[in-house]
């Protein structure tokens, strides 16, 4: 094919794609006349993106501390990119299914590697002074990371365990989240008190949740496999990257960051560190304590019943 015809074959398409949306194809290539060329900075929005670090002291690696952190939300980001195109797929394929459930957990590989930026890249001493300009935040806050475990299961599985037997898929979405295992992280269950850290999660992400909860009852990443031919649910591929992603989320990740944290938080080696925001780090981080299990009927009984054990 000759440029021209190319270029006339490729002018056709724009106005196919015009007049379908009901816009005149001569308005759209007239303002292309006017229009600036890209530029990287322009197209990621550098000068944006490199404007949201604010210090709340002068200490220097508070600012390795906030870059981190904002990396991570990126990545979440992307996590819960993927998981929409899962969701959404309508006929889903095993090989699809697949390859992008290992996108998501190579995302969760690499938030578990990067942890030595945090523990290695930090000053001890710093920290335990820009610390204290922080409470009561935490990284417990992470909406994204929370809709990240509603897209990935059940919300029985994400129930405190104490209280599993009690609920079902006919439980209000309201009281299951009273009932998530994080609350225990934020809440007395002597006298039911929430921790100003939990309200304050609340007051700005409670409804959003609770959408995010029923719009993924039956498209998580678990339901979507069910819903796959009986035969597909026994593709090894699929069951490897199920597994993969369901130890990488609730074990490996989460045991790097409790290391992670151990080096900060647990400075006289008791275990009697406090965390920014007040909660129970040691048990609402360790997987063995509260048994956060994506896919529990791709685990052997063995598996399941040393969950989370350190080796």
Not at 20 to 47: F, V
Not at 136 to 151: C, K, M, T
Not at 276 to 293: A, E, L, N, V
């Amino acid at each position: 094919m000759s440029n021209t015809d190319n270029s006339e074959a490729i002018l056709k398409e724009i106005e196919i794609k015009y007049q379908a949306i009901n816009q005149k194809t001569e308005t759209q290539l007239e303002g292309l006349l006017w229009s600036k060329p890209i530029t990287y900075w322009d197209y990621i929005q550098t000068d944006a993106l490199l404007g949201l670090q604010i210090q709340r002291t002068t200490l220097p690696d508070e600012m390795v501390f906030i870059m981190y952190h904002q990396v991570n939300e990126l990545i979440f980001k992307m996590i819960l990119w993927e998981m929409n195109q899962i969701s959404y797929c309508e006929n889903i394929k095993t090989d699809f299914f697949t390859e992008r459930l290992m996108r998501i957990s190579r995302y969760f590989d690499m938030l578990t590697t990067s942890f030595g930026i945090m523990e290695n890249g930090m000053e001890v001493d710093q920290y335990m002074k820009f610390r204290n300009t922080l409470t009561p935040a935490s990284g417990f806050q992470s909406a994204q990371y929370r809709l990240i475990e509603f897209s990935s299961t059940d919300l029985i599985n994400l129930i405190d365990h104490r209280y599993r037997d009690s609920i079902d898929r006919n439980t209000p979405y309201e009281f299951a989240l009273e009932h998530l295992y994080w609350q225990a992280a934020g809440k007395d269950y002597h006298t039911g008190k929430k921790s100003f850290l939990l309200e304050e999660f609340e007051r700005k992400y409670k409804k959003m949740f609770l959408n995010h909860m029923e719009e993924y009852n039956t498209i998580n990443i678990w339901q979507k496999f069910k819903q796959l031919p009986e035969l597909d649910q026994k593709n090894p591929e699929l069951i490897v990257a199920m597994r993969h992603y369901d130890h990488t989320v609730n074990i490996t990740w989460v045991m790097q960051h409790l290391n992670t944290a151990k080096k900060y938080i647990d400075q006289s080696g008791k275990g009697d560190g406090e965390a920014t925001g007040g909660s129970d780090w040691k048990k609402y981080m360790h997987p063995k304590y509260q048994r956060r299990i994506f896919f529990p009927e791709l685990w052997s009984a063995e598996e399941l019943a040393h969950w989370g054990e350190e080796k």
